[in-house]
């Protein structure tokens, strides 16, 4: 059973891509909270400031470690840099949780050919070069686990999201055939699919689209990103998720059933 006075990632070392904001700041709040050292990845360095001293500010951190790495995880040379200068400061990270990922929506008939590849870069390629440079590390010490973020779009699709729908539904299926690849090594592989979360994006929705997508999620109302923070917290933790891989786990209010 959950309690949030024990440390369920206690000495684990987490490194959390598009941790600087959002969910996946919450996730890494939250993992601190839990006992981990905290490593985050993002783009925009005023965000990874921040959400480090945030960090700073949380439970247990007195014994613990928090750094931010710059990177884009489309870019195999930044996520290899990133990999390298993490395993330079003394860190072997055993958790992975690939939050990254963007948005270009448009009609398929008016979008840019650009707008697809940059999609797919960031939200599947880059899960593919986070967990290729991680791996070998994880697979010799024979323990780990791997939460990838996809999202409810990947499994029902939406108007206007193709690109970000196929990208989403990648994520499942590398999720899917990874864990089969490194069950027998100890390692664990899951996906989470978050359906509508609060967050900056669908803050900035019209109200009267907000409705009506309320009316499609049967608890009609949005998630928050603390609802996939313990999800994740859930599939990263061996004393919690020990035997489930290769699942995928909807947090979506039940728009999946």
Do not use: W
Not at 170 to 176: D, K, L, R
Not at 209 to 233: C, H, N, W, Y
């Amino acid at each position: 059973m959950y309690n949030e006075k024990t440390s369920y990632l206690k000495d684990q070392v987490a490194f959390i891509t598009g941790g600087t904001s959002g969910i996946g700041q919450e996730v890494a709040r939250l993992f601190a909270l839990h006992g981990a050292h905290v490593l985050i990845m993002g783009t925009n360095e005023k965000n990874a400031q921040n959400t480090a001293e945030l960090l700073k500010k949380t439970a247990h951190l007195q014994e613990q470690q928090c750094d931010y790495f710059l990177g884009d995880v489309s870019s195999a040379k930044d996520v290899e840099r990133v990999q390298k200068e993490i395993e330079g400061k003394g860190f072997s990270v055993n958790l992975l949780i690939n939050n990254a990922g963007i948005t270009r929506d448009n009609l398929l008939i008016r979008m840019p050919e650009k707008d697809f590849d940059d999609v797919v870069a960031v939200n599947l390629k880059g899960v593919f070069l986070v967990c290729k440079a991680f791996l070998p590390a994880m697979l010799k010490k024979r323990k780990g686990s791997i939460v990838n973020i996809s999202s409810v779009i990947g499994r029902i699709g939406n108007p206007g999201q193709a690109n970000y729908a196929a990208s989403k539904a990648g994520v499942i299926g590398f999720t899917q055939s990874l864990a089969k690849e490194i069950a027998k090594r100890g390692l664990r592989a899951n996906a989470i699919a978050p359906g509508f979360i609060t967050t900056r994006m669908t803050g900035s929705l019209p109200e009267k689209t907000i409705q009506l997508i309320k009316e499609k999620i049967p608890m009609r109302t949005f998630g928050s990103p603390d609802d996939v923070a313990k999800a994740a917290l859930f599939l990263a933790s061996d004393v919690l998720s020990g035997y489930i891989t290769g699942q995928t786990l909807h947090v979506d209010g039940g728009m999946v059933m």
